[in-house]
């Protein structure tokens, strides 16, 4: 109504942006409003609102949360104080990180219906937070929601708000406090992985995490967690995936002890793992997965870990898919009995050929008490 009176218009995004950063607000936004009519430009435009406004672009705002997902600390509080330099509103900062950042659960819950919820984001920015929740955990996210949305009202008050929202920021980082719920979840956020499974002793609602490892020189002590298991003898080809399951969650408690939150990240990702020998293949959702577990420090750190659990030296191979493909996995052995054990009651029963004689030639079963001579 009052572009109408001044004979002017507006963007629609530049309207969407002076609506969000007003938070509802009439007042505001006609103050809003008053300010960018002084441009004396015909059309409002995005960039002047957020010149007055001091709103921070989405692409920057993606930036600084792909810097969280990959647990680069340092990153993340360099571009803060970037922007502290070029000026732009910390409270403002905080709240558009907690929006994107819901944009992130939303897909991590249901990534069809996060479409519909998310009306106000371009495809671009969708697909952003989509590829983010599939990076990152549901706990993480949600612990960063709640860190920065307390921030947002902190800094209002606060005599340092840039340190309000630095502690937020390293808070964000940390590993999420893991709380007891109901049955079993799978490992990853998006798709269940077919052959690695949270084992039955982990908290259900924590999603395992893996963080890179330079060197095993603490892998064997998580902090916190228990230290992985040392065979006596190697574990068999066939058996490999099995001991891998079983052991996924003390494996992930030490990888992250040794490193940081990036190759945590990564391994979210994991679909599928195939044994084949001493080589050990991973199939991951993303490029940007395979990528960081590729880089030879990771690489070599994993090997270390997986091997020490196996004992014998393995090699990790990784590929993009649902599923390892181009591999064959070692099966495990069906039981044979030996020559020397004796069958059972129940297999005998079950034996076809005793199973013959009773049917067709009318036999009739009957045990034989055992013969306790020595």
Not at 280 to 308: M, S, T, W, Y
Request: charged letters at 20%; a negative charge; aromatic letters at 2%.
């Amino acid at each position: 109504h009052i572009l109408e009176q001044e004979g002017r218009s507006a963007e629609p995004a530049a309207l969407e942006m002076i609506a969000r950063s007003t938070e509802g607000s009439m007042r505001d936004a006609i103050s809003l409003t008053d300010q960018l009519l002084s441009y004396g430009d015909a059309v409002i435009t995005e960039e002047q609102v957020r010149a007055v406004r001091g709103t921070i672009s989405s692409i920057a705002i993606a930036a600084l949360v792909d810097e969280l997902v990959a647990g680069d600390a340092s990153g993340g509080l360099a571009t803060i104080n970037q922007m502290v330099a070029e000026g732009i509103d910390l409270r403002q900062l905080a709240l558009q990180l907690v929006a994107h950042l819901r944009a992130v659960l939303l897909c991590q819950v249901n990534a069809e219906q996060a479409r519909e919820l998310l009306t106000d984001l371009s495809d671009e920015q969708l697909a952003v937070a989509q590829a983010q929740a599939v990076e990152s955990s549901r706990d993480a996210t949600m612990q960063a929601l709640k860190l920065f949305n307390q921030a947002s009202l902190d800094i209002r008050t606060a005599t340092q708000p840039q340190l309000v929202l630095e502690m937020a920021w390293l808070d964000a980082l940390e590993p999420p406090v893991e709380t007891p719920v109901a049955p079993a979840a799978v490992y990853a956020p998006a798709a269940a992985p077919a052959d690695v499974k949270i084992s039955s002793s982990m908290s259900p609602a924590a999603e395992p995490r893996v963080k890179e490892f330079a060197s095993t020189s603490n892998a064997s002590a998580p902090a916190g967690g228990q230290p992985l298991p040392r065979p006596a003898e190697p574990v068999p080809d066939n058996e490999v995936v099995e001991v891998l399951r079983a052991n996924w969650t003390t494996l992930l408690q030490a990888a992250e002890t040794a490193q940081g939150p990036q190759l945590r990240g990564a391994l979210r990702t994991l679909r599928n793992v195939v044994a084949s020998g001493n080589d050990i293949h991973f199939a991951f959702a993303r490029d940007f997965a395979k990528n960081v577990v590729e880089k030879p420090a990771n690489r070599q750190c994993i090997e270390d870990l997986i091997g020490q659990l196996l004992g014998r030296r393995v090699h990790v191979h990784c590929q993009v898919g649902a599923q390892v493909t181009g591999v064959t996995e070692q099966q495990p052995a069906p039981a044979v009995r030996s020559a020397a054990e004796k069958p059972t009651e129940a297999d005998l029963e079950q034996d076809p050929v005793a199973l013959h004689a009773q049917h067709e030639l009318g036999a009739v079963a009957s045990k034989i008490p055992p013969d306790n001579k020595e």
